[in-house]
């Protein structure tokens, strides 16, 4: 299994222009998650969908939409960069709480993408 | 505002010593508190994991140490190796999915 892909691993965007960070997992996991991660504040979701078709908001969706046609994939869309949205971008993917026998839920993530708005 | 506070923001240690990392968090919904670890390059990977319900989860050289009443976690490295070093995120959640991280400890361990 190659796990949580995602492409691609750098990208320099110019202010106002717009692109779409791709991810994937081949674990037939149901929950998948998008966060960034900017310098001494962590990691902050910004979309989650729970299944096909199915997504809402985390911590800080402004400036970001998701779409989640299959099971399988999970794309980022940003629309109109800003030099704001520079992080590094990582997408997550598990089961569903209630649908494994494990005490815990484990989220795997992706290697990340770096993205540099100029 | 930081939903899970995280302290220190880094730490060195020798080899061999004890690494402590601390936690706090405000909403008593919490149910589900985890460690990830990740390393330069990477992707967090989950390290351990809480539920409130127990005071204490050791996993080899890595405990984690809850305490419901002042609402603070913490992790425990036990005899640091220089492979530990990495930068530590604890986490929160209500049900396991919408993880709420801290600001994340960069642990060094010196050899």
């Known amino acids: 299994n190659a796990g949580v892909t995602q492409t691609p691993k750098f990208r320099i965007l110019k202010i106002g222009q717009s692109m779409t960070l791709q991810c994937a997992q081949d674990m037939n996991h149901n929950y998948m998650y998008w966060y960034r991660q900017d310098p001494g504040m962590g990691l902050k979701l910004i979309y989650y969908?729970?299944?096909?078709?199915?997504?809402d908001k985390g911590e800080v969706p402004n400036g970001y939409n998701v779409s989640r046609s299959t099971t399988e994939d999970f794309p980022l869309r940003l629309e109109l960069a800003a030099p704001s949205q520079t992080s590094v971008y990582f997408c997550a993917s598990s089961y569903s709480p209630f649908e494994r026998e494990e005490s815990y839920n484990e989220q795997f993530f992706g290697p990340g993408t770096r993205l540099t708005v100029l | 505002q930081q939903q899970v506070k995280q302290s220190p923001q880094s730490l060195i240690v020798q080899k061999g010593g004890i690494s402590i990392i601390n936690c706090a968090y405000e909403n008593t919904a919490f149910d589900y508190f985890p460690w990830y670890q990740q390393f330069p390059g990477k992707g967090p990977a989950l390290l351990i994991a809480i539920r409130p319900d127990v005071s204490e989860k050791k996993e080899g050289r890595f405990t984690i140490s809850f305490n419901k009443s002042a609402k603070q976690f913490s992790l425990h490295i036990m005899d640091s190796q220089p492979g530990d070093s990495a930068t530590y995120f604890c986490?929160?959640?209500?049900?396991?999915?919408?993880?709420?991280f801290g600001a994340g400890t960069t642990v060094t361990v010196r050899a």
């Open positions: 969908s729970v299944g096909a078709g199915i997504t």
């Open positions: 986490a929160a959640s209500i049900g396991d999915y919408k993880l709420s």
